[in-house]
């Protein structure tokens, strides 16, 4: 079994809850087991225990620590227990980040009250990955509506930011995310530095589409390599973004929920958010759903062939076709389909192959 850990940091509004997401899905289709330590200082402030209700901002920094380490060691001893030969912990904020929130003089006591010199705070992370706020260089974009628990300003926001690269910058594996491209290349950026981290090869980059024959789905059952998830998602009323989405994934009776919003910029830039969502967010969610947008349910099989991934989508209506699609390094490299699957033809660029259009059938 491999375990490795690495840490999402980053000043406000930089994209990080974005970028878990793309994490998830990115690492997932690599064969990890992928578990989340949330951030402790969101649970905290969003439950009521913050710097300025507890009686001196020392004493949070103890409980917050505290929670933050205890955390991690729960979720290691959990990953031990599991059958899977890559398990990767992605700590939604980890223990230096508080550093950045405290004075010399408080720093020195709460690593003495938790026991632990800043060198094996450091070596608790095998790399740290710090998205740069957009109050620097895609100011823009700079929003506080997405985090109950964020009250930066924007030039607070920059100076937080400087000091959470400082609090990290012992760490021999510490790489800085800016926003020098657009939205969906810093993410792009992201994931190709964890693949690094974690000695995979690049990341996908050219996304194509195929219309085949419906596949034989107990044949896929019985392929060791092939994964199956139940999809489900809904449509919201989008005011200023053009699609609004919610989605639940299924896998062997355990759920991931998920929120998209997606904006087109030009012809060919789109800026799409995505996040996270708990299961209580997304049912509230349900109530809001677009009434004359029908809900999308899909079976999708994930299956690895040939050093080439694909996903396999199953949709209620049909029952002599299915769609395929699969991720390139090269616009120009070969598809090698998998025996299974028997292609009709390409579908990449015909409108009535997207899910909005889909959606329409169900």
């Known amino acids: 079994m ?9 000043g406000p509004s930089a994209g990080k809850t974005t970028g878990l997401s793309w994490i998830q899905n990115s690492f997932t289709k690599l064969g990890y087991t992928v578990l989340f330590v949330p951030e402790t200082a969101t ?3 969003s439950g009521g225990v913050t710097p300025w209700t507890c009686g001196t901002n020392l004493e949070y920094q103890k409980v917050q620590m505290t929670l933050q380490l205890e955390k991690e060691r729960l979720f290691e001893q959990a990953a031990r227990t599991m059958k899977a030969d890559k398990i990767l912990i992605v700590c939604d904020r980890g223990a230096l980040d508080n550093k950045s929130y405290m004075n010399e003089e408080e720093y020195a006591e709460v690593l003495r009250y938790v026991g632990q010199s800043e060198e094996e705070l450091l070596g608790r992370y095998d790399a740290v990955f710090h998205m740069v706020t957009a109050a ?19 030039e607070e926001a920059v100076r937080q930011d400087d000091r959470l690269i400082e609090a990290w910058s012992g760490h021999p594996y510490l790489r800085v995310i800016d926003n020098s491209v657009d939205f969906y290349h810093k993410l ?5 530095e964890i693949r690094l981290t974690l000695g995979e090869p690049e990341p996908l980059a050219i996304e194509r589409k195929f219309l085949i024959a419906y596949p034989d789905r107990d044949r896929l059952e019985r392929m060791p390599d092939c994964r199956r998830v139940e999809i489900r998602q809904f449509y919201l009323p989008a005011k200023t973004w053009d699609e609004i989405r919610i989605r639940q994934r299924e896998e062997n009776g355990n ?9 087109r910029l030009s012809e060919f830039k789109r800026l799409e958010v995505e996040e996270r969502l708990s299961q209580g967010e997304f049912q509230s969610l349900l109530r809001e759903v677009d ?22 989508d199953l949709y209620p209506f049909w029952k002599d076709q299915a769609i395929v699609e699969i991720e390139l390094s ?6 090698v389909f998998p025996p299974e699957l028997k292609v009709i ?4 660029k015909d409108p009535n192959y997207k899910n909005a259009a889909l959606a329409k059938l169900a």
């Open 2 to 10: 491999e375990i490795r850990k690495i840490v999402i940091t980053g």
């Open 345 to 348: 033809r390409e579908v990449t």
């Open 291 to 312: 009434p004359d947008k029908k809900p999308v349910s899909k079976t999708r099989y994930c299956l690895s062939y040939e050093g080439q991934y694909f996903e396999i």
């Open 136 to 154: 620097k260089g895609a100011e823009q974009f700079y929003t506080r509506e997405n985090n109950r628990a964020r009250y930066e300003a924007v």
């Open 255 to 263: 759920y991931i929920y998920y929120k998209t919003l997606k904006r």
């Open 330 to 335: 090269d616009k120009n490299a070969e598809v």
């Open 43 to 45: 649970e905290f402030i």
């Open 188 to 192: 792009r950026r992201l994931i190709a």
